[in-house]
T-cell receptor
């Protein structure tokens, strides 16, 4: 089944404790992206990747890192999480950035 | 950069009536405009998209119209049903700088049975 998966789905952590949210797709998509969704602010792009080893900043990259060592995986790293990073995070992938984006199920993060 | 705005933020309609959501964008060179639907607690999913070489596209009860001169595009839902209740996001391709879609803040559509 074609899909985008994210792990974990729910995470509660404390300020400053490094964490990684994994994202994987099995559709051989070149383009992958991370978004955060906050009430009243819609979907804001954090980082995106056009292909392996090619990543770039989106609208709100501060406090986040990404890597794209393999085509199928695009992890999101929070080196030192802060409470303002409490949010719902979505990973998405597509063949190209102007094609249908397939979203993962979301990761709800709470930083205390 | 690209600025995408959606109006109204919340829309309530009676079941069976039509719903229209309008989205404006700022980048006149944008040429790809998708609409995503997000049901409560679920992920966003593409429902329809349009490219700048056409003015209208339909898929059953859903249609999207594009006015490039005025820089706006609209989602039309006819014969609304309770399952149409969701948040709808429009987006536009950013043509300057990085390769991405800029999303609007979303419209909450409530279909009243």
């Amino acid at each position: 089944e074609a899909q985008v998966t994210q792990n974990p789905r729910y995470l509660i952590t404390v300020t400053g404790k490094k964490l990684t949210v994994t994202c994987s797709q099995n559709m051989n998509h070149e383009y992958m992206s991370w978004y955060r969704q906050d009430p009243g602010l819609g979907l804001r792009q954090i980082y995106y990747s056009m292909n392996v080893e090619v990543t770039d900043k989106g609208d709100v990259p501060e406090g986040y890192k990404v890597s794209r060592k393999e085509k199928r995986n695009f992890p999101l790293i929070l080196e030192s999480p802060s409470p303002n990073q409490t949010s719902l995070y979505f990973c998405a992938s597509s063949f190209q950035y102007q094609e249908t984006q397939y979203f993962g199920p979301g990761t709800r993060l709470l930083v205390l | 950069g690209e600025n995408v705005e959606q109006h109204p933020s919340t829309l309530s309609v009676q079941e069976g009536d039509s719903a229209v959501i309008k989205c404006t964008y700022s980048d006149s060179a944008s040429n790809y405009f998708p609409w995503y639907k997000q049901e409560l607690g679920k992920r966003p999913q593409l429902i329809i998209d349009i490219r700048s070489n056409v003015g209208e596209k339909k898929d059953q009860r859903i249609a999207v119209t594009l006015n490039k001169t005025a820089k706006h595009f609209s989602l039309h839902i006819t014969e609304t049903q309770p399952e149409d209740s969701a948040v709808y996001f429009c987006a536009a391709k950013v043509t300057k700088g990085n390769n991405r879609l800029a999303f609007g803040k979303g419209n909450q559509v409530v279909v009243i049975p």
